[in-house]
């Protein structure tokens, strides 16, 4: 059974920084990729981030040169580096497994945890 742990969710000012964390456990297939999804009030799930388990990344337009994100493969933990946080980043941010096999994958999700921008 896989399972997400995420941590680093909380309030902070316009212009701040808030640093993520997703931590898998349970039986993961090394061809894999970790990211961050995040949905706001009354909008849809939308991609902020994703890394592979080779270290390719790729970022939604609305967040590129503000967030990093990172991961640490023999920790099975992918990070979320947020910088010059906007009031519309406010959301509740989802961590996503997605664990390759054949010609298939399975997604896993966190439970997800709020960022809120706010002065």
């Known amino acids: 059974q896989v399972q997400l742990a995420e941590s680093g969710g909380g309030l902070v000012q316009p212009g701040g920084s808030l640093r993520l964390s997703c931590a898998a456990s349970?039986?993961?297939?090394?061809?894999?990729?970790m990211g961050w999804h995040r949905q706001a009030p009354g909008k849809q799930r939308e991609l902020v981030a994703t890394?592979?388990?080779?270290?390719?990344?790729n970022y939604a337009d609305s967040v590129k040169g503000r967030f990093t994100i990172s991961r640490d493969n023999a920790k099975s933990t992918v990070y979320l580096q947020m910088n010059s946080l906007k009031p519309e980043d406010t959301a509740v941010y989802y961590c996503?497994?997605?664990?390759?096999?054949?010609?298939?994958?399975?997604?896993?999700w966190g439970q997800g945890t709020q960022v809120s921008v706010s002065s």
């Open positions: 890394i592979t388990s080779g270290g390719t990344t």
């Open positions: 349970g039986y993961i297939f090394s061809m894999n990729a």
């Open positions: 996503n497994l997605r664990i390759y096999y054949g010609g298939s994958y399975d997604d896993y």
